[in-house]
């Protein structure tokens, strides 16, 4: 589980800035929002897993009927599984945190002499002075018992306060309108090219198109929130794609041509 509360690596990276005098320019923050991840993550998932189904199908079968049927009846059912995953993740992601903070509340009312003792350690861990962190940190939370059980759910165990303003069916309906409408990118160019023509291999084409177009946004989106260079992400969501979409191809192919299987 990640130190919520800080540890060594970030004592190292603020000591780097510091040692650096500090200057140079100020990094640029992340997008925020409540639900800009489930929307950019749950998005690249839909738009790979779609993309990879309609490359094996198109490797097995010249009938761009049966990639539009397959590929939209897999499209609702990975996103239906993939909102009601997110709804009992959240959901018990919740519960979890409430009941350890009803522990936390009790150990806190009747063993407070133990809780400051195992908070006074933990600000040592990270490099504070043990007066510093007895007589200005350790003894004043003695007064604040709800701002001690806070910082013993994040120091034993990594754990933020429930955010009351998650709701748990919003995250799930999020995801699953992230996945309906980026996981349907790759099969448009089929139904957009049927007035045009009826060569499948042009409409594949459209799709493999599209699908990087839609990659390379989405990898720009995953730039901000993780504050990762632009190229870099966009590559490295392009690779994602193209090396599932391959993989997915070549099973395909080898299915139909070498194991004799016909879609």
Same mark, same amino acid.
């Given at each position: 589980?990640?130190?919520?509360?800080?540890? %060594? %690596?970030?004592?190292?990276?603020?000591?780097?800035?510091?040692?650096?005098?500090?200057?140079?320019?100020?990094?640029?923050?992340?997008?925020?929002?409540?639900?800009?991840?489930?929307?950019?993550?749950?998005?690249?998932?839909?738009?790979?897993?779609?993309?990879?189904?309609?490359?094996?199908?198109?490797?097995?079968? %010249?009938?761009?009927?049966?990639?539009?049927?397959?590929?939209?009846?897999?499209?609702?059912? &990975?996103?239906?599984?993939?909102?009601?995953?997110?709804?009992?993740?959240?959901?018990?992601?919740?519960?979890?945190?409430?009941?350890?903070?009803?522990?936390?509340?009790?150990?806190?009312?009747?063993?407070?002499?133990?809780?400051? %003792?195992?908070?006074?350690?933990?600000?040592?861990?990270?490099?504070?002075?043990?007066?510093?962190?007895?007589?200005?940190?350790?003894?004043?939370?003695?007064?604040?018992?709800?701002?001690?059980?806070?910082?013993?759910?994040?120091? &034993?165990?990594?754990?933020?306060?429930?955010?009351?303003?998650?709701?748990?069916?919003?995250?799930?309906?999020?995801?699953?309108?992230?996945?309906?409408?980026?996981?349907?990118?790759?099969?448009?160019?089929?139904?957009?090219?049927?007035?045009?023509?009826?060569?499948?291999?042009?409409?594949?084409?459209?799709?493999?198109?599209?699908?990087?177009?839609?990659?390379?946004?989405?990898?720009?989106?995953?730039?901000?929130?993780?504050?990762?260079?632009?190229? @870099?992400?966009?590559?490295?969501?392009? @690779?994602?794609?193209?090396?599932?979409?391959?993989?997915?191809?070549?099973?395909?192919?080898?299915?139909?041509?070498?194991?004799?299987?016909?879609?």
């Amino acid at each position: 589980m990640s130190d919520i509360g800080g540890g %060594s %690596s970030s004592i190292r990276l603020l000591r780097e800035v510091e040692e650096e005098g500090g200057s140079g320019e100020r990094p640029k923050e992340p997008w925020k929002g409540e639900y800009v991840k489930s929307i950019v993550y749950g998005g690249l998932d839909a738009i790979i897993t779609c993309f990879s189904l309609i490359s094996s199908i198109s490797a097995s079968t %010249s009938s761009s009927v049966t990639v539009l049927v397959l590929g939209f009846a897999n499209l609702v059912a &990975d996103a239906i599984s993939m909102g009601l995953g997110d709804y009992v993740s959240a959901r018990t992601e919740q519960d979890v945190i409430i009941k350890e903070r009803r522990v936390t509340e009790w150990d806190v009312i009747n063993h407070i002499d133990t809780e400051q %003792s195992q908070l006074l350690t933990h600000f040592q861990a990270l490099g504070m002075d043990y007066n510093d962190a007895t007589l200005k940190v350790v003894n004043i939370f003695k007064k604040y018992k709800d701002i001690m059980v806070d910082q013993r759910m994040v120091a &034993d165990k990594g754990m933020l306060p429930a955010d009351e303003e998650v709701t748990p069916w919003k995250n799930g309906l999020v995801t699953f309108t992230s996945f309906m409408l980026f996981g349907s990118t790759p099969l448009l160019s089929f139904i957009i090219l049927i007035p045009f023509t009826n060569n499948d291999t042009f409409k594949f084409i459209g799709a493999c198109i599209v699908s990087a177009i839609a990659l390379a946004l989405l990898g720009v989106a995953k730039a901000r929130i993780s504050g990762e260079r632009y190229m @870099f992400s966009i590559a490295m969501t392009l @690779f994602s794609g193209a090396m599932a979409g391959a993989t997915a191809y070549f099973v395909g192919w080898s299915l139909k041509h070498v194991a004799g299987l016909e879609g």
